[in-house]
């Protein structure tokens, strides 16, 4: 299946700091990728839709402005974590489409904010 | 999205076939059914997906009631490495790609 790299894969940062998670896909365009969270022992949750060239779409209750996102290239979306708080702390995940609709997902970045 | 209904955890013995039932009973005529599957602290992985055919490949396969109202991922060799939270997702054409992911079903298998 295709390849989708996350970087970095974990990352520890004070309160009040910014965090900005890289998603790329590396052997396909995708003109859609997605930015999920998930809380230990819970499941994934959608946060954006993030679509090249355009603005992102997010998800009811999450904040625009505290979670920017960035989709430059066909291969590349930024999740930026502003003013991280510890509540912030999660495993982020994102996920490139591909031409069938299956989404391949990243490895992961883990957040600690401390 | 119809909703999907898993059992929260099934065992299995290595190298038995793991059979993982999914009920999707409010699917529509558009909507695919998706089989992803999560090993700890990783980020999911596609298994198969299909529509109302049976559907193979190297992985798994994914047999589906002939009323679409429910479904079945069979691993036919287990292995101790296939121990992880599968998960079943229903998608439409107007979903555009988003899925929404529930518990899932966690899946032990042991030597």
């Known amino acids: 299946g295709a390849v989708v790299s996350q970087h970095p894969s974990r990352v520890i940062c004070k309160s009040g700091t910014s965090v900005k998670i890289e998603c790329r896909s590396l052997d396909f365009q995708a003109t859609t990728m997605f930015w999920y969270r998930q809380f230990p022992k819970q499941s994934l949750m959608l946060m954006a839709t993030?679509?090249?060239?355009?603005?992102?779409?997010?998800e009811q209750g999450v904040e625009k402005d505290k979670f920017l996102i960035n989709h430059a290239s066909l291969t590349l979306s930024t999740l930026t974590v502003t003013s991280a708080h510890p509540e912030d702390s999660s495993f982020y995940i994102c996920?490139?489409?591909?031409?069938?609709?299956?989404?391949?997902f990243g490895p992961g970045t883990r957040l600690t904010v401390l | 999205d119809a909703k999907t209904t898993q059992p929260p955890s099934m065992d299995c013995a290595e190298g038995r076939a793991a059979n993982l039932p999914c009920n999707h009973s409010t699917i529509s005529g558009n909507e695919y059914v998706y089989w992803y599957r999560q090993i700890h602290s990783q980020g999911p992985q596609y298994i198969i997906h299909g529509l109302k055919n049976n559907e193979t490949n190297e992985m798994a396969s994914l047999i589906i009631t002939e009323d679409r109202k429910s479904s079945t991922l069979i691993l036919p060799h287990a292995t101790l490495r296939d121990t992880a939270v599968y998960y079943c997702i229903v998608i439409g054409g107007t979903s555009y790609g988003k899925l929404t992911f529930g518990q899932g079903t966690i899946l032990t298998v042991h030597p």
């Open positions: 993030s679509n090249e060239g355009s603005k992102a779409t997010y």
């Open positions: 996920s490139a489409r591909g031409k069938l609709n299956e989404q391949f």
